[in-house]
């Protein structure tokens, strides 16, 4: 599959517990976005990075949330300390460098739920 | 205020043409976008038009933007029950960063 891989699909954390989500981009695309998707809510950005340099985190909170996206290896979205507030879809999606109208690829979502 | 919005659910019959419609704030946008996303799945973008643009068909799709208005439908003809997902209707300056997403039109196509 050379689409925008992420895992896991649906994960179950407790509160306080750590969450993980990784995200390999399209084979060819060294631009990856994380996108929140709430119940009812569009698409809320949250961060947006290249390989090893976060380009643009102005969605992301400022505290227990962390992204990264290493030389090697997928983007890992961290978010430490859940929260029942984190219960949501998580998409990531990659692009390769914008040009003109330029496209998003989008994997089919992280769920993540917080008891 | 949400700088996208629309409409949460639309009920079409099969056959029948649907119109899903979008506003938006942001004047300076370049481009914007009609996204599908079908259960379970991830965003596909389904078709986009520059701002300079007031109609674009591709197929039983037609895209209308009122620029002056800040309003974009969507027109899907001959719906059919594979239709049925939620489109997303976005809009950006060019950069993939700065994408905006409103919340997303259901549509369900009853047989």
């Known amino acids: 599959n050379a689409g925008v891989m992420q895992n896991p699909r649906h994960l179950v954390r407790r509160r306080g517990q750590e969450a993980r989500l990784r995200c390999s981009p399209m084979k060819g695309h060294s631009h990856v976005y994380w996108y929140r998707q709430l119940p009812e809510e569009g698409l809320k950005f949250m961060v947006y990075?290249?390989?090893?340099?976060?380009?643009?985190e102005s969605g992301m909170p400022k505290e227990r949330f962390s992204a990264e996206f290493p030389k090697e290896g997928p983007s890992i979205l961290r978010i430490q300390q859940v929260v029942r507030g984190d219960s949501a879809a998580y998409f990531c999606?990659?692009?390769?460098?914008?040009?003109?109208?330029?496209?998003?690829?989008f994997g089919e979502g992280s769920r993540l739920t917080v008891l | 205020g949400e700088d996208v919005e629309q409409s949460l659910f639309l009920s079409v019959r099969e056959g029948d043409s649907s119109v899903i419609n979008c506003t938006y704030t942001d004047s300076s946008s370049t481009y914007l976008y009609w996204y599908k996303q079908e259960p379970g799945a991830g965003l596909q973008l389904l078709t986009y038009?520059?701002?300079?643009?007031d109609m674009k068909q591709d197929q039983r799709l037609t895209v209308l933007l009122n620029k002056k208005d800040k309003h974009l439908s969507l027109r899907i003809a001959d719906t059919q029950t594979g239709d049925s997902a939620i489109y997303f209707c976005a809009e950006s300056m060019g950069n993939n960063n700065d994408m905006r997403f409103g919340a997303g039109t259901r549509l369900t196509v009853k047989p």
């Open positions: 999606a990659s692009s390769p460098p914008p040009r003109g109208a330029g496209e998003l690829f």
């Open positions: 038009i520059f701002s300079n643009m």
């Open positions: 990075l290249q390989k090893e340099n976060i380009i643009d």
